[in-house]
């Protein structure tokens, strides 16, 4: 730790700089600096002025207001004095009603009820809102004496003439006695002709826009004046409707209500309140209440839904604020104005001198200023003790506590605003409160983040982690086990990984931190060895690399791995591996091979008996037999020409599997396949199905056993005849795909489909699990290796109960296919 002595420490003004009393004194200062600057923010952050309008008539909390006043007096008219009577009893839906006093409760405006109906307080404005229909006018307003006017237009002329700044809404038009800002707005909103196109209108921002409401027939009533979202009211539970099956705030209507008991429990939702019932197969809705619909729509595309805009020529709206109150807030404002640019003054004279402060306490903790020591930074021995997480912990509850107190400042305004009488004394003492709690709180933190720092410069953050204590404990205690003398012993790739990461280490540690000479020289030696190590394995390694590619391309290696190598062992493992494949390879050929013979020659055999068993049922069916013994003739006829096509089916894809006795010629592939549907015709009609054919191509030559292909149409036929539903339609689709020919059928399975692509493809499975119906269950595998063996390909794609059979075969042009029948011949 000694290091030599740099020329400005002998300097007078660094030795006072340095000095432990300069330092405690700049602490001390600092924290108190900071309680200042922490107030200074939180006053600046939570004062009301609007630094961007000197006036309180331009400010956005005067706006905030009028638009609030504006759009009241606006949905008062509209909702509430439009339906009131002679003696301001409401006539509409007490919904309506309800929904209206919320709305008033919601945005904490103030009313009263009185025998005369609702009437609107406000302190802020006076106001006038009125609403004239057929020929009558009904108004609420809070100006004095004004029963003296006889008609509506009288008392505007009066409210005009007495009011400053006012605003005035009449036959839908908005005036006013200010001048316009000059500030151009656009206020978008809906009407009940443009329900998806809003509609766009534009006023001067110091101003509000005229706006509009409508109504449907649904019993929903929505107000456009201002506000940024429609205002909904409902004329009936505007939640739901159990009986209607309306979900009106949703805008939705729900029909064929569907018990617990007709849906499955497999099911699945992607979109919100829609789910698919796997078990039935069906869609379905669910509401908010947990209640199942067969069907769900949107209010406005159902065909009944009609929407009709309210006539509001007739509102009237007057307000201005009142003369004393505009008095008291343009004065509370300037105050508010004048404490920001104070605390804003107070924000950065602070925040320059705590930077400074900041840099000069960092740049000099843990310094040792004893001139007869040859350490130029250590920490005292308590600190020293004091682990680095607790100084982490206490950073982080310092910033805490900061953000905490400043976003409830209010709260804490409210508690102290009653310990004194006087509000200069109220107010003094509850700044320097905070003041002390802001530097409380900066004692803990920037001196936790003081002994952070100090514990970087003297190199002993891990050492005194106690996170880093515990590894070390379990690592000596890791090193006495088994489990560490079996991870030693570990292959060659997991060594160099972890070399290569001690390398890493190594690297980042001498980047990012100050050590001695001898220190970076023995760390460079140990990376050096490591890396020369990682460099002599790493040969090994391509070596062995090597070797799995040879074994992948079934090539004999020609290097060679000397035992002492560290990846002799995997080499002999690879040449043990290579030997049990290959011989496992050739005992499964041959095993194939076997199977196939057997299948071929037990086939062969049984077909002279089975011969001569269906010669003799034909004779038995030529004899004159009596009704029961003929009925048994039938049976064994029927039974002896399934176990012929049995055996012929078996026989079949014996030999295409054997990949002998397909013989390849040009043919045209729509043509043979015309030719195999004109040969169904009659099984077509006797089934009763309905088969839609589409050919999208008139001819498609493909090299092809004409056979084989044709076999393969008929099965994929019969198969699509015997097993669709009835009542369904089967659709054959032949189309070109770039260069290949491709035929397609699909058809609805006439039972539930339980097994996958690659089931129905194995041999003697069937759909429906069984063969009381005459089937082999080899019909589709046929299909497949018989188009493989012509060079096509064979898929099946299930999709719910849709089944659908693919043959793709590359179509040959002219010039390769008088090649290949040259060839041939």
Same mark, same amino acid.
């Given at each position: ?335 508010? =104005?004048?404490? !920001?640019?104070? &605390?804003?003054? $107070?924000?950065? *004279? %602070? @925040? ?5 402060? +900041? ?32 100084? =982490?912990?206490? !950073?982080?509850? &310092?910033?805490? $506590?900061?953000? *905490? %107190? @400043? ?5 804490? +305004? ?35 983040? !003081? ?375």
């Amino acid at each position: 730790m000694a290091t030599k002595s740099r020329k400005f420490e002998q300097a007078e003004w660094f030795k006072i700089f340095s000095a432990k009393k300069m330092r405690i004194i700049a602490f001390v200062l600092a924290c108190v600096i900071a309680g200042g600057f922490c107030l200074s923010l939180v006053l600046y952050a939570n004062s009301h002025a609007d630094s961007s309008s000197k006036s309180y008539l331009k400010s956005e909390s005067y706006k905030l207001a009028s638009n609030e006043m504006y759009e009241e007096l606006c949905v008062t008219a509209s909702a509430y004095l439009r339906y009131v009577d002679e003696d301001r009893n409401y006539t509409q839906s007490r919904h309506l009603l309800n929904d209206y006093l919320n709305y008033l409760d919601y945005n904490r405006y103030k009313y009263k009820k009185t025998e005369s109906g609702i009437q609107l307080i406000d302190s802020q404005f006076d106001y006038y809102v009125g609403i004239t229909q057929n020929g009558e006018t009904r108004y609420l307003s809070n100006i004095k004496d004004i029963e003296n006017y006889d008609s509506e237009t009288d008392k505007i002329k009066a409210f005009k003439s007495s009011h400053k700044n006012y605003i005035l809404r009449r036959d839908n038009e908005v005036m006013s006695d200010r001048t316009s800002s000059g500030q151009i707005v656009d206020y978008y909103y809906n009407t009940a002709e443009y329900q998806d196109n809003v509609t766009e209108e534009f006023y001067a921002d110091n101003l509000v826009p005229v706006g509009g409401s409508y109504y449907d027939n649904y019993g929903r009533y929505f107000y456009n004046y201002g506000n940024y979202d429609p205002i909904a009211f409902y004329n009936v539970d505007s939640r739901y409707n159990v009986i209607k099956g309306l979900d009106l705030k949703n805008g939705l209507k729900y029909s064929d209500r569907l018990e617990d008991e007709e849906i499955g429990d497999d099911y699945d939702t992607d979109d919100g309140n829609e789910y698919y019932d796997y078990d039935n197969g069906i869609y379905y809705y669910e509401d908010d209440y947990g209640n199942t619909w067969a069907k769900c729509e949107n209010l406005y595309d159902l065909p009944d839904y009609k929407a009709t805009d309210n006539d509001d020529s007739g509102i009237t709206v007057f307000f201005a604020p009142k003369a004393e109150k505009l008095t008291a807030m343009e004065k509370e404002y300037t105050e508010a =104005l004048n404490d !920001m640019y104070r &605390a804003k003054l $107070f924000v950065i *004279v %602070f @925040g320059v001198i705590e930077f400074m402060l +900041v840099c000069y306490l960092l740049l000099i903790c843990a310094y040792n200023a004893e001139p007869e020591s040859v350490e130029r930074w250590k920490q005292g021995n308590f600190l020293k003790k004091v682990p680095t997480e607790v100084y =982490l912990i206490l !950073m982080v509850l &310092a910033i805490t $506590f900061a953000f *905490v %107190f @400043g976003a409830c400042w209010n709260y804490y +305004v409210s508690i102290t605003k009653n310990i004194f009488d006087n509000a200069l004394a109220n107010s003094v003492f509850r700044n320097i409160l905070a003041v002390a709690l802001f530097a409380l709180a900066y004692f803990a933190g920037f001196g936790s983040l !003081m002994e952070f720092v100090g514990k970087i410069k003297t190199r002993s953050l891990f050492k005194e982690s106690l996170i880093c204590r515990s590894c070390k404990f379990l690592w000596r205690k890791y090193k006495e086990t088994s489990l560490y003398h079996y991870f030693h012993g570990l292959p060659l790739g997991v060594k160099l990984s972890i070399r290569t990461i001690a390398i890493g280490v190594i690297l980042f540690w001498e980047y990012a931190y100050y050590s001695s000479a001898e220190s970076e020289l023995f760390l460079l030696v140990v990376a050096l060895i490591l890396i020369v190590l990682d460099i002599r394995d790493f040969s090994q390694l391509s070596k062995l690399s090597k070797q799995i590619n040879c074994l992948g391309e079934e090539k004999p290696y020609e290097g060679k791995i000397r035992k002492t190598s560290p990846v002799y062992a995997e080499s002999e493992k690879l040449n043990s591996v290579q030997d049990k494949v290959r011989e496992s390879v050739e005992q499964q050929i041959q095993s194939e091979r076997l199977k196939i013979e057997l299948v071929t020659n037990v086939s062969h055999d049984l077909k002279t008996p089975l011969t001569s068993i269906i010669s003799y049922i034909d004779l038995l069916k030529k004899m004159d037999l009596d009704d029961e013994a003929s009925s048994y003739v039938k049976i064994l006829d029927k039974k002896a020409q399934k176990l012929k096509g049995i055996v012929s089916d078996v026989f079949s894809i014996a030999k295409a599997t054997s990949g002998v006795d397909v013989n390849l010629t040009k043919l045209d592939f729509v043509m043979l396949l015309n030719q195999c549907i004109a040969d169904a015709e009659d099984k077509i009609a006797d089934s009763g199905k309905i088969v839609k054919i589409n050919i999208n191509a008139d001819s498609a030559m493909v090299m092809g056993d004409g056979d084989k292909l044709y076999r393969v149409f008929q099965n994929i036929v019969d198969n699509a005849l015997n097993h669709s539903m009835d009542g369904t339609r089967i659709f054959l689709d032949v189309y070109k795909k770039a260069d290949r020919i491709v035929f397609a059928e699909k058809n609805i399975s006439a039972t539930p489909i339980n097994f996958t692509e690659e089931e129905i493809l194995e041999r003697f499975v069937r759909g429906d699990k069984s063969r009381t119906d005459g089937g082999s269950g080899l019909g589709l595998s046929i299909s497949k290796s018989f188009t493989e063996a012509c060079g096509g390909i064979f898929n099946i794609e299930i999709d719910g109960d849709m089944f659908k059979a693919i043959v793709e075969m590359p179509i040959i042009q002219e010039d390769t296919a008088e090649k290949t029948d040259d060839k041939t011949e």
